[in-house]
């Protein structure tokens, strides 16, 4: 699929706010408070903006195999977080992420757990997501698409303008000042917003998430690993979800094949000893993470 330059820019501003929306709410529920996470006063976080544009321009054509398309959204993932972080510490002397408590990073800046993450929502979002919001973006008239992707970058341009001259304390104009307290208005109230959603359904998933403190979250994990992990096995026995992420259905397979030569032992035998490898290694992992997660009760 062939996207317009405009079409890219509305696709850079709808993940730059989904990734902010995802950021205010990963705060809201590990420090229990309102952060604005972002670099601007907006709602936005350009990262994942541009980020999932880089993916549909370079990846979209795995769309047909899960795997591989999460593998090449981890890669860019990868390569964005690195080189934006590096550039915006070396401009601006100031890190915006920091995995350095993580194994593995590369100068804090990424991290394989993390871009393994950030490749799976990627994939789950050009997969799932994504096709709700071409058919969206074709209703709107050509001529409106372009004046508002235009308007929008031009209002980001500004409150980029704006935090670039705060942080290098360069003089600023009176109208970029206000159009940048304008968006961090909007910014302030719309995480507010979300921060309040955030806390109200964790505190009804998890009554005793107050009472927990620090624990609680890793507490939660442990708790609702087992059932995800035992559904995430019935998937793969099933099958649905093996033909999701673009692997062939091997009862089915096997099936056919027996019904060609007439032999269904092997081939049965084959599919068996290859589903029971993806649930030992399902199990397997699910169980070190709940190790990892265990705490003293």
Known sequence: MVNTIFELIWYFFI??????????????VKHKKFLNRGFLNGPLCPVYGFGMVLILIFFSSLKGSFVFLALGCAVMAALVEFFTGA??????????????????????????????IWGI???????????????????????????LAIALLVVTAADFLSVTGAILKM????????????????????????????QKRMAKAFPNLAK????????????????????FITLIKDSSLIS??????????????????????????????LYLIMTLTTSYFARKIERRLSVSD
């Open 121 to 147: 929502g990627a994939a789950l979002a050009i997969t799932f997501l994504h096709p709700l919001f071409t058919p969206l973006i074709g209703m709107i008239p050509l001529f409106l698409v372009k004046t």
């Open 87 to 116: 550039i915006m510490e070396k401009v601006f002397h100031c890190k915006w992420w920091d995995y350095s408590g993580y194994k593995y990073n590369l100068g804090g800046y990424v991290c394989p757990q993390f871009s393994a």
């Open 15 to 28: 993940y730059s706010f989904l990734g902010w929306c995802a950021e205010i709410a990963y705060a809201a």
């Open 171 to 198: 003089q600023r104009t009176a109208r970029i000042e206000e159009i940048a307290a304008g968006m961090q208005e909007v910014s302030d109230k719309l995480g507010g917003a979300i921060f309040r959603w955030t």
């Open 212 to 231: 927990e403190g620090e624990n609680a979250l890793p507490q939660a994990f442990k708790r609702i690993i087992p059932p995800i992990v035992s559904e």
């Open 244 to 273: 999701v992420l673009g692997a062939t259905e091997l009862l089915y397979s096997a099936q056919i094949l027996g019904a060609n030569t007439f032999n269904l032992i092997p081939p049965l035998l084959a599919s068996a000893v």
